[in-house]
């Protein structure tokens, strides 16, 4: 049965693919070989040898042209690019995409950067030898429709400029190491743009500069080619799942566009701006067998100009119309891929005026030929898949080339074939951008001088740097008026009842008054009416995603809003005014901190700044102490957690405080408040071997700040003998899994093969610079879990979030919590808010009550002062009267008794450890101590305050329930953390949650108050 209908179908795809090849293209360019052109007949045998089916190629790439002077991939491959077997390390790849620059006018080789551990990123050039030869004036071209500034705007100016230049098409290979077809279809696209001198691939030469980063990710491709080196040495066994790509992130290097903390993203953010490039086209590979999900499904991201909405319509729908002529089956470009966040690597030119495109080919995570078989969902024929994937295929990294080529080739045509009208949508999009204060709004961000946490106002201005975005300054003070908000009209009949009864009737009819804000000299302006304004008015405004919105899975974070994350005072302006305001470009970030005031104890007011804690391990031998309450001295007032910093030269600290940005007061005598030590604590950092991913954002921001910590696995920890004499903390960030079991137990080792993560001969890169064992599988296992009991119970902080903080309660380490999820519950990467509840907490020093946090799904603690027992909730009717005598407010009476009094029950919010009550306290061991009951840091906000950004659904579960405890446990504290504080590199407003544990780690009881029951 399946033996005919895989005839039939073959038939009928054949078929198609012969109509294909004798049409024509647009225009009058053949898609297909030039008779004259010379065939290099071994390297086509082999094409087609690993090409699985006829119909999963095309006439673009079903041959490869020959040349006399020029080397074919084969010379550094051994073999035909996408042949088995064969996976290129990146120096493979470089090495060859170098000879071809030797060989040919038509090809250069860019270095762009490195990655965090020093491999090397490049960008190739290739295209026509005059268009080559005259990159430096093309590129002044290119640079004036980028910035229409430069030529006032002028349309017809820039007419002139369009029919003269050549646009620039990047394509961004293998940013994700487990997709591995990339770079051997780059180097073969290099080699046919080079040398096919038929009309249609002379076609993209003339009228395209064709950009290539064939290798992303280097570190992990390095490793990834190690680990598939493994694998042919031992092909019966499982191999090593690729557990670190990069140094810090995996799959999330393409979460990393908007706060660009990652070398690779700085990288080619740097590129694609500095070559004012239209096009980034990443390649990526999971769906059969090429889904263009640039078009994808809504919503949209907000902030893009509709046209390039257009462009993306127009290029998807011509892409697989193509693709289709050709016969070649499983071409689409609608999907599930929603286009809302802008972290993805492609919206770099989303964000700055180009064009964003991203494929997803069928790939096989390494170069074997193997049989797959698909999903009914994956095979359907649905309105925009017209000929889908088979369900069941053998498939070849060749395959995957074919169509990774083919879909690029025909894109590149079709591109640089309308060059003009994208040439000329390119300078509109930057023009609308300049004009954005006029056309759309916001006018301007301001960041206000004053903002008490300078040091991060000055990173989320780096931010907007790296993003190419320009930062301006103010002379002196200025006013602006604040947009008038309209009152809200209510529809419901009751409410607007109830504000008659509170009196609101009368201010209803008052004429809204208009406000104004004012600003102080030397505040920083963002203004709207620049090349790139786009990029930074997505980061800095708000996010709403409609529970009702039709998409009910957004792809990824439904909110980033950075002034929330990060912590900084973000004003909104869309006063024009604001624009003629005397103001200075930056073009580097002032200098600032350092000391002022006379006097030999220097006084740093706390806010919450993660610079603190680099300070306090920078200056070894200086004593600091923290205030343990707000006091006032020389008419200045400082807050709770002020550092008091003695034991060290004014000297020595100016210095140190200047290049961290920190402001110190020198006073003459030291106030007299209650103080502790902050110490530096030792720190044992612990990583599972099940993912590194969630961690890797923990320790890339570790090390941006300086903070030294002991690297080691679950396995490791497990080992350690007498952790307490080594550590004072072990940090335990998040895992990723959700399951607090798997990291005790890990993979199974009762079956299967050992999982070395090492250096061997077949796996020269693989460690790099992260951790190594001779078998991935276990995991904490019990011994691990005995361990961590012992260094709380022997006075260690443990420190939890997300997953992790489930799995501390999991093993009984956090008396008094339990962990909860909901059903109906939907928060969705989003902004928060969360409320201080214990300020006296030195986890809270230096926060004001309000703190927005990211939130995605909780988990949702709930606190209790009996042991493993569920809070009493006492429902509504508890509290009204029974039937009875009497009005609704009178007592209910008994017939020949006189009256009781009815006890009161206590009340708690929702966030509190409820007080046993006299019946509970009643011969119960079960009974927490007060001194052993958990200590409530941080709340999420009431339920109408939770939403700040994103998507919140039912939050009302999680509304007011505990956001960050100290669980006392033992002699020791275990800190748990519903809110992941530390995150993409873009969450700093809840850094210091993580980083006060730490500095205050042998006092975090200060200030802490226990019950009398
Ligand atoms: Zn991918």
Redesign the pocket.
């Known amino acids: 049965m399946a033996g005919a209908y895989w005839r039939k179908l073959v038939l009928l795809l054949g078929a198609t693919l012969a109509a294909a090849s004798t049409g024509l293209g647009d225009g009058d360019t053949q898609a297909a070989r030039d008779p004259k052109q010379p065939i290099d007949d071994a390297y086509t045998a082999k094409i087609h040898k690993y090409t699985t089916e006829p119909f999963f190629s095309s006439p673009l790439v079903d041959y490869l042209p020959a040349s006399k002077t020029i080397p074919t991939p084969e010379v550094v491959l051994g073999d035909v690019a996408g042949a088995p077997g064969i996976l290129p390390y990146a120096e493979d790849v470089y090495k060859y995409m170098r000879l071809l620059e030797k060989a040919t006018p038509r090809v250069k080789v860019f270095s762009i950067g490195a990655t965090e551990e020093g491999r090397e990123m490049i960008a190739v050039a290739i295209s026509s030898e005059g268009n080559l030869k005259n990159l430096e004036q093309n590129h002044e071209r290119l640079g004036k429709l980028a910035d229409p500034r430069t030529i006032h705007l002028d349309d017809a100016a820039a007419d002139k400029l369009v029919a003269e230049a050549i646009p620039v098409y990047y394509v961004t290979g293998t ?2 190491s487990t ?1 591995t077809g990339a770079p051997t279809a780059l180097m073969e696209l290099a080699y046919r743009l080079a040398v096919d001198e038929s009309p249609y691939v002379r076609d993209i030469r003339d009228g395209v500069i064709t950009l290539i980063t064939p290798v992303v990710e280097v570190d992990g491709r390095d490793r990834m080619v190690d680990i598939y080196k493994w694998h042919l040495a031992h092909p019966k066994d499982f191999y090593p799942p690729l557990i670190y790509w990069g140094k810090y992130v995996a ?1 999330d290097n ?1 979460r990393d566009a908007m706060a660009v903390t990652l070398k690779l993203t700085e990288n080619v953010l740097n590129t694609y701006v500095g070559w004012d490039a239209q096009v980034l086209h990443d390649l ?3 769906v059969p067998y090429l889904y263009d999900n640039t078009v994808g499904d809504g919503p949209y991201n907000a902030w893009l100009d509709p046209i390039l909405v257009d462009e993306w319509q127009m290029i998807g729908a011509r892409n697989v119309a193509d693709m289709n002529l050709f016969g070649m089956p499983g071409v689409f470009t609608h999907g599930d891929f929603d286009t809302w966040s802008p972290g993805y690597l492609m919206f770099i030119a989303a964000m700055h005026n180009g064009i964003s495109r991203l494929y997803e080919t069928f790939g096989n995570d390494g170069a074997d030929t193997q049989e797959r078989t698909l999903e009914p969902e994956e095979y359907s024929r649905t309105w925009y898949r017209a000929n889908p994937p088979l369900p069941k295929v053998l498939w070849s990294q060749r395959d995957n080339n074919n169509y990774e080529e083919t879909g690029l080739l025909t894109s590149l045509h079709y591109f640089g074939e309308n060059r003009h009208l994208f040439l000329k949508n390119f300078y509109l999009k930057s023009k609308r951008s300049v004009l954005k204060p006029s056309a759309e709004g916001p006018a301007a961000y301001v960041l206000p001088s004053d903002d008490p946490r300078a040091t991060v106002q000055a990173d989320l201005l780096h931010i907007m740097l790296k993003q190419h975005v320009e930062i301006s300054r103010t002379d002196n003070a200025f006013t602006v008026d604040l947009p008038v908000k309209k009152e809200k009209k209510s529809s419901k009949a009751t409410e607007s009842e109830e504000k008659a009864k509170a009196g609101d009737s009368e201010e209803k009819s008052k004429p809204p008054t208009p406000t104004t804000r004012s600003f102080p000299a030397g505040s920083f302006v963002i203004r709207m009416d620049q090349p790139y304004s786009r990029v930074a008015d997505a980061l800095l405004d708000y996010q709403y995603w409609s529970p009702d919105d039709p998409q009910k899975t957004p792809y990824d974070d439904t909110a980033w809003t950075f002034g929330e994350l990060l912590g900084v005072q973000v004003a909104r302006v869309t006063d024009p005014k604001i624009l003629l305001v005397p103001m200075q470009r930056l073009t580097e970030l002032p200098a600032m901190g350092g000391l002022e005031g006379e006097g030999a104890v220097f006084v740093i007011d706390n806010h919450a700044e993660p610079a603190l804690a680099t300070l306090r391990y920078r200056l070894k031998a200086a004593t600091i102490e923290a205030a343990e309450e707000p006091f006032e001295t020389v008419n200045r007032k400082f807050g709770r957690g002020t550092f008091l910093i003695s034991g060290i030269s004014r000297a020595d600290l100016a210095t140190a405080l200047k290049s961290l940005g920190l402001q110190a007061v020198a006073l003459p005598a030291t106030p007299a408040i209650k103080t502790h030590s902050v110490r530096a604590p030792r720190i044992a950092y612990v990583h599972t071997w099940i993912s590194t991913q969630a961690e890797g954002w923990w320790r890339l921001a570790l090390d941006n700040l300086q903070i030294p910590y002991d690297y080691m696995s679950t396995q490791a920890l497990a080992k350690m003998t007498d952790l307490n004499a080594k550590y004072d903390v072990v940090l335990f960030p998040p895992v990723g899994w959700n399951s607090p079991a798997s990291v005790i137990t890990g993979l199974p080792t009762s079956w299967g093969n050992p999982l070395p993560w090492l250096n061997t001969p077949e796996t020269p890169n693989l460690v790099g610079k992260n951790d190594s064992t001779s078998d991935m599988r276990p995991g904490l296992g019990w011994d691990g879990v005995a361990k961590l009991q012992e260094f709380v119970a022997k006075g260690g902080v443990l420190l939890t979030a997300t997953d992790t903080s489930q799995l501390a309660i999991t093993i009984g380490l956090a008396n008094g919590v339990s962990s909860g999820t909901s059903e109906k519950m939907k928060i969705v990467g989003a902004v928060v808010g969360t409320r201080i509840v214990d300020a006296e907490s030195p986890i809270a020093y230096g926060y004001q009550e309000k703190v927005s946090a990211y939130c995605d799904n909780g988990p949702i603690f709930s606190v209790n002062s009996l042991l493993g027992s569920r809070r009493r909730h006492l429902g509504s009717a508890a509290d009204e009267r029974p039937t009875g005598r009497g009005t609704k407010d009178d007592p209910d009476f008994v017939v020949g008794r006189p009256a009781t009094e009815i006890p009161d029950q206590p009340e708690h919010e929702q966030w509190e450890v409820p007080a046993p009550s006299d019946e509970q306290l009643r011969n119960n061991p079960r009974v927490i101590p007060p001194t052993g009951r958990a200590r409530v840091i941080l709340r999420y906000a009431d339920a109408k305050d939770l939403l700040v950004s994103g998507l919140v659904e039912g939050g009302g579960d999680i509304a007011q329930h505990p956001a960050v405890l100290d669980v006392p446990s033992g002699a020791g504290h275990v800190i748990l953390f519903s809110i992941n504080p530390i995150y993409r590199g873009e969450t700093e407003n809840t850094y210091s949650l993580v980083l006060n544990t730490l500095l205050n780690y042998d006092n975090l009881n200060a200030g802490r108050k226990n019950p009398d029951k």
């Open positions: 940013i994700h997709e799959h393409n990526h590979e999971s």
